[in-house]
């Protein structure tokens, strides 16, 4: 550790007098103290908004680099953090499990944790992190072997550390925590092993659960130690025991709506891929394949677990149309409060904010081919031929029928978070235009084995590029502008005050864009692909934004042809920080 940080703490213990500390009020408001960015998402509504207007259409163009970072070593991969700023330290995660404190005036590395990862980690989709969580004096941050380690915000110092789950069966975990009311919730990484989803508390100061809730049909949750009450309804939308590896891993993370005081998480894809063996290959009455509560957006109470209500954005799912895909809560045109979210299966839905209730849905990429829409009760109207064969009808009984789905399992949009401004009442949605030939084959539970019972080949739609940056009103579903790129896009957005919205590509460009129209007003070259988050905050007076850079995460591992297209980006580790000088901020 810094000796300069060491030395501070000890004379500020001697003296008694108290560290500064991140209280739930912080959080509460942390969209609008500019100074601090202690939540992932810049509030926990996940909006990406800030009310900066320092630096501005007028002005971004002298936005010039203030410092930056090497995560050094030879630990690249795929670099997903949000940086998180408190107290005149920012802190970072990085690939394989690590964490950072830097000076934020400086860049000067203050400390580093590395956590002792072991062998046989089964990560689904590269070695990233996509964040920590800040309260009280702790920082918090989940590691590959599926654990939840606190740390000393000042020292980095480990003051507990818990298990998420058995890294030996398929479980990791890569999100950022979520803090509200003193405890810190979790989700959980790796649907593709047959893992089950489950939503975890624990109290921030000793590590101790308060509950769980486990998101397929049958499991049981806990609270305060003791069995509470079982999710759903044994065998209501499952054929026999497939629901003890049903999948569902929660593993984006959630976001937490105050004025109705709910945790919102989304579930990904039921097991195994294979919706045949599930009772989803053909049409059924009622819900019965609908294989709750996979592939879905849960309304939880934050104090006991148990689950307000959901919306199951693909019932019957067969794609690996994931529904972790982040929930922001927003004010429409009509001045009511929604729910926006952008899915993996193409289509943006808005959702009532008191109950999760559908409202409308409007797709957001082209040539959706699964459904030929959305019913009036949000639920897909299927293209059942568009649905991957069953293995036992084919000849073989080794494969089903290949069929080109569009989009493809990597989504019309993926984990990256997009934004939403309240100047335009905009959202900013990171998407691919791609598609799929995806089979079936058959597939048995095999603990810490892959458990898909599919195949695939990603491919791109058109020739000229594959990523679009999507201005869409969620109230119309109108597109308003479009940035097309020609590789895909795998990083956050982030909108303010004023008038800006920031994104990277996997070239490596971090660009601002004006928000009302879509023209590039600058860019920086950052050496690598960005498949970060930017945040922007203001110090001494000045506008700071900050992005990492580091190419990696899902695409060149799954990508089919489309990482073919990719192979040759560079793979780096370097967080940027940018400022607008106090001279340059005036209108040019």
């Given at each position: 550790?810094?000796r300069?940080?060491m ?11 108290a560290?500064a ?9 942390d969209?609008t ?6 939540t ?9 908004y800030s009310?900066?207007d ?7 163009q002298?936005l010039?680099p203030a410092w930056?970072?090497?995560?050094g ?5 795929g ?5 998180l ?5 920012m802190y ?5 499990s690590?964490?950072?404190a830097?000076?934020v ?6 400390w580093?944790?590395d956590?002792?990862?072991?062998e046989g980690i ?5 070695v990233?992190n996509r964040?920590?969580?800040i309260f009280g004096?702790k920082?918090y941050?989940?590691?590959l072997?599926?654990r939840?380690?606190a740390?000393?915000?000042?020292t980095?110092d480990?003051?507990?550390r ?23 919730i ?6 593709e092993f047959?893992?089950v989803g ?5 109290d921030a100061?000793?590590g101790d659960i308060?509950w769980t ?11 305060n130690g003791?069995?509470s009450?079982?999710?759903?309804t044994l065998?209501?939308t499952?054929?026999?025991?497939m629901?003890?590896?049903?999948g569902?891993a929660t ?7 105050a004025d109705?005081?709910t945790l ?5 894809n039921p097991?195994?891929w ?15 394949g609908d294989?709750l509560?996979a592939a879905?957006?849960?309304?939880i109470d ?11 954005t693909t019932p019957?799912e ?7 895909n982040e929930?922001v809560?927003?004010t429409g045109?009509d001045?009511?409060n ?9 289509f ?6 008191e109950?999760?209730?559908f ?5 957001f990429?082209k040539?959706i ?12 109207i299927?293209?059942?031929e568009n649905?991957?064969g ?5 000849a073989?009984?080794?494969k ?8 493809s399992?990597l ?5 990256m978070p997009m934004a ?6 905009l959202?900013?949605?990171p998407?691919n235009?791609?598609?799929m ?7 048995a539970y095999k603990?810490?084995?892959a ?8 491919k791109?739609l058109?020739?000229?590029y594959?990523?679009s940056l999507k201005a869409l009103?969620p109230?119309?579903g109108?597109i308003?502008w479009?940035f ?12 303010t005050?004023?008038?800006l919205?920031?994104?990277g590509?996997p ?15 600058w860019s920086?070259?950052t050496?690598s692909g ?11 007076g000045?506008q700071?934004v900050?992005v990492i ?9 799954w990508?089919g042809?489309v990482a073919?297209?990719v192979s040759?980006?560079?793979q780096?580790?370097?967080?940027w ?12």
């Open positions: 550790m810094n300069f940080i030395a501070v703490t000890a004379s500020l213990v001697a003296a008694g007098i560290q500390e991140v209280t739930e009020e912080d959080l509460r408001n969209q103290i500019t100074t601090q960015v202690v992932n998402g810049m509030g926990r509504h996940l909006q990406r009310p900066l320092i630096l501005n259409r007028d002005n971004v002298n010039v930056a970072f090497s995560l070593g030879e630990k690249q991969r670099q997903e953090t949000q940086p700023i408190y107290d005149g330290i970072i995660t990085g690939s394989y690590r964490l950072y830097i000076d005036k400086t860049g000067e590395e203050l580093q944790y956590a002792r990862l072991p089964l990560p689904c989709c590269d990233i964040g920590a969580a004096d920082i941050f989940g590691t072997d599926a939840l380690v740390l000393d915000l000042k980095g480990v003051v507990w818990d298990k998420i789950g058995d890294y030996k069966a398929g479980y990791s975990y890569t999100a950022a925590p979520l803090i509200v009311n003193g405890l810190v979790t989700g959980n990484s790796g649907g047959g893992i489950e939503v975890q508390a624990r100061e000793t308060v809730r486990p998101v397929i049909e049958g499991h049981m949750g806990t609270l003791e069995e009450t079982m999710t759903g065998n209501a499952w054929p026999g025991d629901w003890k590896t049903g569902g593993w984006l993370g959630g976001s937490y709506d109705t005081d919102v998480f989304g579930t990904g097991a195994p294979n919706s045949h063996l599930r009772n989803a290959g053909t049409p059924v009455d009622g819900n019965a294989n509560y879905s957006r849960l309304g934050p104090a006991t677990g148990d689950i307000k209500w959901h919306f199951q019957r067969g794609w690996d149309f994931d529904g972790v929930v809560a927003f045109s001045g009511k929604y729910f926006g979210t952008a899915d993996r299966n193409g943006f839905y808005i959702l009532n904010r109950d999760g209730a409202v409308a849905a409007h797709p990429v040539d081919s699964w459904a030929e829409g959305i019913d009036e009760n949000g639920r897909p299927f293209n059942e649905r991957p069953d293995p036992t009808a084919a073989d009984g080794n089903g029928e290949t069929i080109f789905a569009v989009p399992f989504g019309g949009k993926n984990w939403f401004s309240q100047n335009t009442g959202f900013y949605v998407s235009e791609w598609g030939d995806i089979w079936n084959e058959p597939i603990e810490g084995a458990y898909l019972g599919a195949g695939f080949t990603i791109p058109f020739e000229d594959i990523g009103d109230m119309s109108e308003k479009e097309q790129n020609p590789a895909p896009l795998w990083g956050g957005v982030m909108t005050a004023g008038g919205v920031f994104t590509t070239e490596g460009h971090f660009i601002a864009f004006d928000d009302a129209t879509g023209e590039e007003l920086f070259q050496g960005i498949v970060g988050q930017p945040i922007t905050w203001e110090q001494d000045e700071y900050s850079s580091g190419w990696g995460g899902a695409v060149p591992l990508g042809e073919k297209q040759f980006l560079n780096g580790g370097t967080l920080t940018f400022r607008l000088p106090r001279q340059l901020a005036g209108n040019n």
